[in-house]
Structures are given as structure tokens and as C-alpha cells.
């Protein structure tokens, strides 16, 4: 059994992790409810009423990986861009002054287009105006993460897609991307490089939900005992509409999510979970109280989508190359969102519904001398 096997099937699962399967079992109306307001309780008291906003930033859609569910896909022919710095500082300036500071910057992999001196551009950038910034790019080394952490990136968010390995094989035929051992190991290197905050999560559609969920809570068990001094955020989300049409092969229902959302707070009492806008508003609405920590808000997933950035530099890229095109509009996006409201609104929401909407609870001067 290799190393990612072990960590994901252990011979001798720890208390958590045998609890968290027996609350994935089916489980009753009337039981699921009792973890629902125990689920509520164990939240309120590790968290407050605080919830944290963020909003992703897409900087590229460029991507040389061919993922089968993603918009962002090296095969599909869509309309592409990389953002300049300035048009960067345009998007992190828009979301600033709807309210938000913390930003996920996000981007394909690529490295014609996002190399890692870019990257520490952007962050570097945007380092006075946004306090809290996390990536979403192609892992990397130890060392190349190090300087983005210098530069003022203090978290790191990587999804291993699919912890079926056979499954993962099938959905990525090509590119770095296709090493499923490189990708799991993701969070413990950045852990190393110095990164205080990490986000892992399963993207839900590709496999039984009930395995995957196992699997995903398998790794954080793992990695919350590897890496002691981060801090842990974990997402459940669902597969999307995007370019390429991918369908999804196996469901994951509402009921059902909610039971996860449920089990992952009551056996992880002290790991943020993350709610994007991929999921319908009122299943968001429903979700608040029962484990929700974090949650995106007004978001857009392409290059620009917040201001138009980018819209005169569109272009196709086929077999690494940049081809010119006559298409206009705006850079396609890796996936639809399914929560179209605005942050004012969602903020609006959690004030009526008890909670803090909070825009920054971090800030690099903590850490001065």
C-alpha cells in the first residue's frame, strides 16, 4: 500500500473517523435533525455567530491539464486571458469596495502564462489593500511556495477532485495534474513552505458521495496530525455547468449534504467548512446554522468577470499556443454559480438571520514584533 493509500484507508482509524461513518449511515428524519441541532450547538460554540466572507479573484483560465469536468479544460475552445497586474489591482479593488477582505486568487495551470514570478506580482500588489490572501493554483514544490508565502499569501487552498484513484485517472488524461500521489501530498508541502491556513476538499458528482466524503475526512484526519500548527478549512462542492458539458455520474442530494455538513462539524468540531455560491440560495439559507464557517459571495469564475478586465486581450490557446480570434464577449468561466446574489444581500441575510457577516479577521501586523 503506498503512502496516499495509507492515508486514505487506515489500517486503524482514529475515534473521529469511525464516528464520522457511522453518521454517514442512513439516517432517519427524526435523526437527522438531532445532528442538525447538535451540529448548530458544537458551531456556535467553537465559532460565535461569525461568518467569514471571501470572494475568489481569477487571475488566468489557461490551463494545460485535460480534466473532463472542467470549464477550464486544455481541450475546450474557449476564449482565454490572463489578467495583467493592473487590471489585477482593478478586480481586488472592486471586491474591496463592495467590502470584502479576503480574496482566493485562482487560476489554471500553465506555466507559459502563470509562472510563479507572476503570481508573487499579484500578491505582492495586492498586499497593502487586501490583508488575507489565499491561492488556488497548481501545486508546487516546497520551495517555490515559500516565496509566495513571503510575499504575503497565508493560505493555500487544493481539492484532490476524486480520492478514487481509478476514477481520477479517467477524468484527468493529460497534463501534471494526471500524478494523483503529487496532488495529495499538495497540502503537507505547503504546510512546510509556511502557509498557516489550509483548505482541502472533494469535488462531489464524480464518485459515490458516501466514499468520497470518507476519503476526504480520511485526509484531513491525517493532515490535521501532520501539520498541528494550521489552521483547516474543508468544502463539499458540487459539480457545476460548465464548458464541455460534462454531466455528473453520481449525486450527491441536498439531504444528504446536509447529513455530511452535519457529521464533518460534529467530528471535526474546530475545522472551518466552506460554503461557495456553486450551491442554489436556499440551500445555502438552510446550511448557515447547521456548520457553516465560510462562504463566497457575489462570486464570478472567470478572468475579469468582476469589472470586464481583460476583455480586449481574449484569445483561443490550442496545444499551448495562442491563436488569435475574432470572438469578443468576456473570458469564458470555469463553472456557473448557482447563488446569484450580491455580498450586500448575503451580508443583509446573516445580520437578519443572527449572524456577523466578517469582511477581515486577519491581518499581517498580528505577526509584527
Same mark, same amino acid.
Given at each position: 500500500?503506498?503512502?496516499?493509500?495509507?492515508?486514505?484507508?487506515?489500517?486503524?482509524?482514529?475515534?473521529?473517523?469511525?464516528?464520522?461513518?457511522?453518521?454517514?449511515?442512513?439516517? +432517519?428524519?427524526?435523526?437527522?435533525?438531532?445532528?442538525?441541532?447538535? +451540529?448548530? $450547538?458544537?458551531?456556535?460554540?467553537?465559532?460565535?455567530?461569525?461568518?467569514? !466572507?471571501?470572494?475568489?479573484?481569477?487571475?488566468?483560465? &489557461?490551463?494545460?491539464?485535460?480534466?473532463?469536468?472542467?470549464?477550464?479544460?486544455?481541450?475546450?475552445?474557449?476564449?482565454?486571458?490572463?489578467?495583467?497586474?493592473?487590471?489585477?489591482?482593478?478586480?481586488?479593488?472592486?471586491?474591496?469596495? &463592495?467590502?470584502?477582505?479576503?480574496?482566493?486568487?485562482?487560476? #489554471?495551470?500553465?506555466?507559459?502564462?502563470?509562472?510563479?514570478?507572476?503570481?508573487?506580482?499579484?500578491?505582492?500588489?495586492?498586499?497593502?489593500?487586501?490583508?488575507?490572501?489565499?491561492?488556488?493554483?497548481?501545486?508546487?514544490?516546497?520551495?517555490?511556495?515559500?516565496?509566495?508565502?513571503?510575499?504575503?499569501?497565508?493560505?493555500?487552498?487544493?481539492?484532490?477532485?476524486?480520492?478514487?484513484?481509478?476514477?481520477?485517472?479517467?477524468?484527468?488524461?493529460?497534463?501534471?495534474?494526471?500524478?494523483?500521489? *503529487?496532488?495529495?501530498?499538495?497540502?503537507?508541502?505547503?504546510?512546510?513552505?509556511?502557509?498557516?491556513?489550509?483548505?482541502?476538499?472533494?469535488?462531489?458528482?464524480?464518485?459515490?458521495?458516501?466514499?468520497?466524503?470518507?476519503? !476526504?475526512?480520511?485526509?484531513?484526519?491525517? !493532515?490535521?496530525?501532520?501539520? *498541528?500548527?494550521?489552521?483547516?478549512?474543508?468544502?463539499?462542492?458540487?459539480?457545476?455547468?460548465?464548458?464541455?458539458?460534462?454531466?455528473?455520474?453520481?449525486? !450527491?442530494?441536498?439531504?444528504?449534504?446536509?447529513?455530511?455538513?452535519?457529521? $464533518?462539524?460534529?467530528?471535526?468540531?474546530?475545522?472551518?467548512?466552506?460554503?461557495?455560491?456553486?450551491?442554489?440560495?436556499?440551500?445555502?439559507?438552510?446550511?448557515?446554522?447547521? #456548520?457553516?464557517?465560510?462562504?463566497?459571495?457575489?462570486?464570478?469564475? &472567470?478572468?475579469?468577470?468582476?469589472?470586464?478586465?481583460?476583455?480586449?486581450?481574449?484569445?483561443?490557446?490550442?496545444? #499551448?499556443?495562442?491563436?488569435?480570434?475574432?470572438?469578443?464577449? =468576456?473570458?469564458?468561466?470555469?463553472?456557473?454559480?448557482?447563488?446569484?446574489?450580491?455580498?450586500?444581500?448575503?451580508? =443583509?441575510?446573516?445580520?437578519?438571520?443572527?449572524?456577523?457577516?466578517?469582511?477581515?479577521?486577519?491581518?499581517?501586523?498580528?505577526?509584527?514584533?
Amino acid at each position: 500500500m503506498s503512502y496516499a493509500d495509507e492515508i486514505i484507508f487506515p489500517k486503524q482509524p482514529s475515534a473521529a473517523l469511525r464516528r464520522f461513518a457511522a453518521l454517514l449511515e442512513p439516517k +432517519s428524519d427524526a435523526e437527522l435533525e438531532a445532528m442538525a441541532q447538535e +451540529s448548530a $450547538l458544537v458551531t456556535r460554540r467553537n465559532f460565535g455567530r461569525a461568518m467569514r !466572507l471571501f470572494a475568489p479573484l481569477y487571475l488566468s483560465n &489557461e490551463c494545460i491539464n485535460n480534466c473532463a469536468y472542467c470549464g477550464f479544460s486544455r481541450d475546450n475552445p474557449i476564449l482565454r486571458v490572463t489578467l495583467e497586474i493592473a487590471s489585477v489591482m482593478k478586480e481586488a479593488r472592486h471586491l474591496a469596495k &463592495e467590502g470584502f477582505r479576503n480574496v482566493l486568487l485562482v487560476a #489554471g495551470e500553465h506555466p507559459k502564462f502563470v509562472s510563479n514570478g507572476y503570481l508573487e506580482a499579484c500578491i505582492r500588489a495586492l498586499v497593502p489593500e487586501i490583508p488575507t490572501i489565499a491561492l488556488e493554483v497548481a501545486p508546487m514544490e516546497v520551495a517555490d511556495y515559500e516565496p509566495l508565502v513571503r510575499a504575503g499569501a497565508e493560505g493555500l487552498v487544493v481539492y484532490q477532485e476524486t480520492y478514487d484513484r481509478a476514477t481520477y485517472a479517467e477524468m484527468h488524461t493529460m497534463g501534471p495534474k494526471r500524478d494523483f500521489d *503529487w496532488r495529495l501530498a499538495c497540502p503537507e508541502r505547503a504546510y512546510d513552505a509556511g502557509f498557516r491556513r489550509i483548505g482541502i476538499g472533494a469535488l462531489f458528482g464524480l464518485t459515490p458521495w458516501r466514499a468520497e466524503a470518507l476519503a !476526504l475526512a480520511a485526509h484531513l484526519d491525517h !493532515l490535521m496530525r501532520r501539520c *498541528w500548527k494550521a489552521q483547516f478549512t474543508v468544502a463539499l462542492p458540487r459539480l457545476r455547468p460548465c464548458a464541455g458539458k460534462f454531466a455528473p455520474r453520481h449525486e !450527491l442530494p441536498d439531504r444528504e449534504m446536509v447529513q455530511t455538513v452535519c457529521a $464533518l462539524r460534529l467530528c471535526f468540531p474546530h475545522v472551518g467548512i466552506v460554503l461557495s455560491t456553486r450551491e442554489p440560495a436556499a440551500l445555502r439559507d438552510a446550511l448557515l446554522p447547521l #456548520g457553516i464557517t465560510m462562504m463566497s459571495a457575489g462570486s464570478h469564475t &472567470e478572468p475579469g468577470g468582476y469589472t470586464g478586465e481583460g476583455k480586449d486581450d481574449l484569445h483561443l490557446t490550442v496545444r #499551448g499556443r495562442r491563436v488569435e480570434t475574432e470572438q469578443s464577449g =468576456q473570458a469564458t468561466e470555469q463553472f456557473q454559480i448557482a447563488d446569484m446574489r450580491s455580498p450586500a444581500a448575503i451580508a =443583509q441575510l446573516l445580520q437578519k438571520s443572527g449572524f456577523e457577516p466578517v469582511w477581515k479577521d486577519w491581518d499581517h501586523a498580528i505577526l509584527a514584533p
